[in-house]
């Protein structure tokens, strides 16, 4: 399953099909990019982080591509499970400490 | 290892009244920030502070809010005489001295609702 920006804020896959979320971001001159997992009634939880002098980079079971020519990140999950199940917030580092959060996408795993 | 630590999780007030949020860090961080999210909207950046002083308020509304970080004890996120639009989520997120390119980490927020 595949989301295009903020456009689709959910998507829908298959339990053990592979999830991809896209995110674009706002600011060319941001450095430093982080995925985050939010589920209900909890805060965001970290998945995977990326700086600006990569294109890829991987953890278990995710792996985050940037593109910065269009300002573009996405989050691949592999082999989606139902704990997946959460809206995955991207945020944009600028200046400084201060991240800028996307709207989110909201995943759901149909089992 | 205890993790960033918010209290209370739910809070209630009466318009008009003061809001007192509160979060420890995780141990050994020394940078906190301060973020309100609304339903179905992302996280939008209030205040950034190290100990006993505040880096960036940028996103912070410049009257009846207020955040400080104290040599000892907890970040404390104030708000005074509380209007229906201040209910949402506040969360807090913590970060260890060094380099900026450090993630930061939540805590599971503090739900504020006013009647």
């Known amino acids: 399953g595949e989301n295009v920006g903020l456009h689709l804020p959910t998507l829908s896959v298959q339990e053990g099909d592979n999830s991809i979320i896209n995110c674009a971001y706002s600011?060319?001159?941001?450095?430093?990019f982080i995925w985050y997992k939010q589920e209900s009634g909890k805060g965001p939880q970290f998945i995977i982080d990326?700086?600006?002098?990569?294109d890829k980079r991987q953890g278990q079971r995710v792996t985050v591509l940037l593109n910065k020519t269009v300002k573009h990140l996405s989050l691949q999950i592999a082999a989606t499970q139902p704990g997946d199940s959460a809206v995955y917030f991207c945020?944009?580092?600028?200046?400084?400490?201060?991240?800028?959060f996307g709207t989110g996408t909201s995943l759901t795993v149909i089992p | 290892n205890a993790g960033v630590m918010q209290n209370p999780r739910h809070l209630v007030r009466r318009r008009g009244q003061e809001a007192r949020l509160r979060c420890s860090p995780m141990?050994?961080?020394?940078?906190v920030y301060w973020y309100r999210q609304l339903p179905e909207e992302g996280l939008k950046f209030m205040v950034y502070?190290?100990?006993?002083?505040?880096?960036?308020e940028s996103g912070m509304p410049k009257e009846r809010f207020s955040a400080e970080f104290p040599k000892e004890g907890p970040s404390i996120l104030r708000i005074q005489q509380v209007v229906r639009g201040d209910s949402a989520a506040y969360f807090c997120a913590s970060s260890p001295p060094g380099p900026p390119n450090q993630p930061q980490h939540f805590g599971d927020g503090t739900r504020l609702s006013i009647l």
């Open positions: 945020a944009e580092r600028h200046t400084g400490n201060q991240f800028y």
């Open positions: 990326i700086r600006s002098n990569m």
């Open positions: 141990k050994g961080h020394s940078h």
């Open positions: 600011n060319s001159a941001s450095d430093y």
């Open positions: 502070l190290q100990k006993e002083n505040i880096i960036d």
